[in-house]
């Protein structure tokens, strides 16, 4: 038995390949969860698992789950990988680098003949994006037992489509099984910021994430016609909610750059062009590294509401929504990851994520750690989403090593 | 023969029996264009006709023509009307004012053993309001000859589904005609400004229309996560677009009260709270009487958006639209609606309209006129919308004296 390694040039091979499907004339990609893109995506997976000889198992979220054998099969297994759908537009690493990275780690290890003493376990996620359907880390949540999977079901897109009829609909609705318990799960991921690129480090090595915070901010006006109503009758909630915008930002900025703010999204009623409109909905997000922060964060874009309501004589309502608050993910893991980069050469740094991820719904579920490495600029979810393949190449050779460690 | 008279209750409790087809908590109305409700209303108004024993055409587009019969069929007829559909949420009086003070009428006649000269028809135009199927005055247009019929078939709502198909669902794709010619068209409606309400009128004589101006306001920016991407890197389409939504209202306010502006309606792609919007789309809208008062409302918002951009680091690009001049209605049926106010003792205003109207699709046509009644506080496209008995009565007695003498 040779020392398993990494083929980079698969590795980037794969994920260029996998970047044709759903493909955006600016570089990105555009595998909404569930759509025929995503569908397109998933097949292609299956076919290199065929081919490096792991039969996949589909569970009833869509789920995929390609199983490598280990000496010991009643082991719990170690259970590795990331997501292949993306936002719209999305980028071509947000994802698929945690997938195609895990499964080039089970070829390596047959190219090496390694057996593990644990099973080894594949995992593609359904909708870790949430962009077409709400709740994002879905089909986590269900494996891990967070989400009722009737209620997955449920999720409508804003078409009114179901999460169960489109699962349906794209043949990826399974009676299989993913692993009931596992060892760990490990997952690597593009950054989405920009401090490993900043420090000129390869690994981070993920302690957890920080504090989120997210808030509905309700504007409401009132309705009336656009032209003919006259100007000092005009009670516009689109015109009340143009301040908050301004103001979530100012407060991202003096937060910046420990914490982040921001309106992200916005929804008008009724939104045609001669009816003033009675009511916008701004979706507010915030993340700080410490409580403190986001209860600084929180309290601020509150007294602007307050504020921007009196100067517009508008109402202006948040609704009342927690902080997700910081998940740590484990010790001595993420030793394991720093030690395996250490072996291989590569800078690290210790760094929490401030974006969502599987691994966040999987934590309380077995031992969970993710290895980032560096994206571009820190833009994701974006078509300019970019990184190297020698960066792509030394996340999985860490998470390979990890693995092996793990899994015996 | 007795002199011909509305009777005013009557006018009133069609308003309000119609008004409880898809009618809203806060004392407004939902008959968006082609949904089940319209349908309702438009049975209601159907039976009304058979009632008064005038038979009911149904045009291609929907378009609904209640006939009575002239002493000399061959003459074009006087054709009276609006529209049943409303916003949504709307009024109880947007549209159907008109329909039912012109079937008010028609009876009217029958009560007073009037026999006109020329036919009377009644009209309900389709889709008048444009809020599910652009374009607005649709049914008027086809009419008229200034939109095809083919085009108005394929317009699609929000849900993709297509006029040509709505109407066949709700059993009102027609095979009938409205009259090919008309000698004139009259249209009661209520003022949706608050001029006559100022002015302590009864009577608005509509000249015409004010110049009006659509403008689309593209904002760019770039894609990003909206929560991960470092704030520096930041750059949002959503926060550039809120400079212009009060860079807006401020230009109408200048304006007022002659002119008005603002922003109605924006969409935000790709709009989840994941991530940074890297379009918003803003529709900008002014009314001005003259069209210097238009031209300094254009120039002034094109020159916000160079400012704004140049500030916010994004692009942002106005699509050029074509102001969309002012239409004159006909002097003498003005000066007819003045002379009828006067008999009966109403006070009368002269003032322009600015909101689009049927009348305008019409005035192309054939020789049209507007008669305007005052709305409480200038609110219409709103559950507020209201107006009083007597005006409404008012109104119609006027349109039934300019229509006796048009019809001869």
Not at 156 to 161: E, I, L, P, S, V
Not at 215 to 237: K, V
Request: aromatic share 4%; hydrophobic share 45%.
């Amino acid at each position: 038995m040779t020392e398993p390694a990494i083929a980079p040039t698969r590795l980037w091979s794969d994920l260029m390949t996998l970047a044709s499907i759903g493909a955006l004339p600016h570089g990105g990609c555009d595998r909404l969860a569930l759509t025929d893109a995503d569908a397109a995506g998933r097949h292609l997976f299956a076919h290199w698992c065929r081919e490096a000889g792991l039969p996949v198992t589909i569970d009833a979220i869509g789920n995929m789950f390609a199983w490598r054998e280990g000496a010991d099969p009643a082991l719990p297994p170690v259970l590795i990988g990331s997501h292949l759908d993306t936002q719209q537009p999305g980028g071509r690493f947000d994802g698929p680098l945690g997938v195609l990275a895990a499964l080039e780690c089970a070829r390596a290890l047959d190219r090496a003949g390694a057996r593990t003493r644990r099973p080894v376990v594949v995992v593609n996620w359904t909708n870790e994006e949430g962009a077409r359907f709400a709740p994002g880390l879905m089909g986590a949540a269900v494996h891990a037992g967070s989400l009722p999977l009737a209620e997955a079901y449920a999720a409508t897109d804003r078409a009114g489509r179901r999460v169960g009829e489109e699962l349906r609909r794209i043949g990826f609705l399974g009676q299989g099984k993913g692993p009931l318990a596992a060892h760990c799960y490990l997952e690597l991921h593009i950054e989405q910021g920009d401090r490993l690129q900043h420090a000129g480090k390869t690994i981070g090595v993920v302690e957890g994430t920080e504090n989120n915070l997210f808030l509905l901010i309700d504007c409401w006006g009132e309705n009336a016609h656009a032209q003919a109503t006259p100007m000092r009758q005009r009670r516009s909630a689109l015109l009340a909610a143009a301040a908050p915008i301004t103001e979530a930002e100012q407060i991202g900025q003096e937060h910046a750059p420990a914490g982040s703010a921001g309106i992200a999204a916005m929804d008008v009623l009724p939104n045609n062009r001669i009816n003033i409109p009675h009511h916008a909905r701004l979706s507010f997000s915030a993340t700080h590294p410490t409580s403190d922060g986001i209860e600084a964060i929180r309290t601020a874009i509150a007294a602007a509401a307050v504020r921007v309501a009196e100067q517009t004589g508008t109402r202006i309502e948040l609704e009342p929504a927690p902080v997700r608050p910081a998940v740590d993910f484990d010790p001595a893991l993420g030793d394991a990851v720093e030690q395996a980069a250490a072996d291989l050469g590569y800078g690290t740094m210790r760094l929490r994520s401030r974006a969502g991820h599987d691994a966040i719904r999987m934590a309380p579920f077995c031992r969970s750690q993710m290895i980032f490495v560096p994206c571009e600029d820190g833009i994701s979810h974006s078509e300019r989403e970019n990184m190297t393949e020698s960066d792509a190449a030394a996340g999985a050779a860490v998470l390979l090593r990890v693995l092996c460690r793990m899994a015996g």
